[in-house]
């Protein structure tokens, strides 16, 4: 499903259950050594969904390791995204000269538990829009989608600054109709193609228990994605 909310230019691989076997490679393996069962089957079966996506790339598998930051480094010409919750795991990959970034978040589809939770991944502008979002469309997890989003952003985000983006440090706006967010920098972005972003725009889903996001910068409108964000940000405020 993850398909659907990316451009033509990625390609994408999802799985609902994980992968029998052991198809890491050796540096692979070396650094879940110490993780437990449950991490090892999601580690190893979302590494299975970059390899396929990939390789519809033309791209032979290769070991897709985490930086210190955590985030996978892809290999040279490619950019590319992971998730996975419980049920899903998911990767989307492009080559560098049709995307610039991309982020996607898988999340299940219920509220953060606590008001403390949601209170550290959301501002305030971001709960009173949570408030309407629920009185006019009840029936999807609005706080989860919003923290799914921002994920989506900051996976989006660290590639093209490698620094980390707060939970505070951007705002989320969400069109519960049109499948749409958009997401305004609260601090200075990153420049592509001689122009800084002001913000992203991304698409979401709710599927089968799921809320699916993903964000989408592409090499040839990098601009078009800032301009839509931030002007859809600007009717908010």
């Known amino acids: 499903m993850i398909e659907t909310l990316l451009p033509a230019p990625m390609v994408s691989a999802e799985q609902f259950k994980d992968?029998?076997?052991?198809?890491?490679?050796?540096?692979?393996?070396?650094?879940?050594?110490?993780?437990?069962?449950?991490?090892r089957r999601e580690f190893t079966t979302v590494r299975a969904c970059a390899r396929t996506a990939l390789a519809r790339l033309g791209i032979p598998?290769?070991?897709?390791?985490?930086?210190?930051e955590g985030a996978p480094q892809w290999p040279t010409g490619v950019v590319g995204s992971m998730t996975h919750c419980a049920g899903y795991r998911a990767a989307a990959v492009a080559?560098?000269?049709d995307v610039a970034t991309v982020g996607i978040d898988?999340?299940?589809?219920?509220?953060?538990?606590t008001s403390g939770a949601r209170a550290l991944v959301t501002v305030a502008e971001e709960r009173a829009h949570i408030a309407e979002l629920s009185a006019r469309r009840p029936g999807?997890?609005?706080?989860?989608?919003?923290?799914?989003?921002?994920?989506?952003?900051?996976?989006?985000?660290y590639p093209l600054t490698g620094r980390w983006l707060d939970f505070d440090q951007v705002m989320v706006t969400v069109s519960p109709d049109e499948g749409t967010f958009s997401a305004r920098l609260?601090?200075?972005?990153?420049?592509?193609?001689g122009r800084r972003m002001r913000g992203?725009?991304?698409?979401?889903?709710q599927f089968q228990g799921l809320l699916l996001t993903a964000v989408v910068v592409t090499s040839a409108a990098p601009s078009l994605c800032s301009a839509a964000a931030s002007e859809a940000a600007s009717e908010r405020t």
């Open 186 to 193: 609260l601090v200075p972005g990153p420049r592509i193609g």
């Open 106 to 113: 898988a999340e299940p589809d219920a509220p953060i538990p």
């Open 61 to 68: 598998a290769a070991p897709i390791l985490p930086d210190g």
């Open 95 to 97: 080559r560098t000269f």
């Open 19 to 39: 992968v029998s076997g052991d198809t890491l490679f050796p540096s692979e393996r070396q650094v879940i050594a110490k993780a437990g069962i449950a991490r």
């Open 200 to 205: 992203f725009t991304g698409g979401w889903k």
């Open 140 to 157: 999807v997890s609005w706080d989860r989608l919003i923290f799914s989003a921002k994920e989506s952003v900051y996976k989006a985000w």
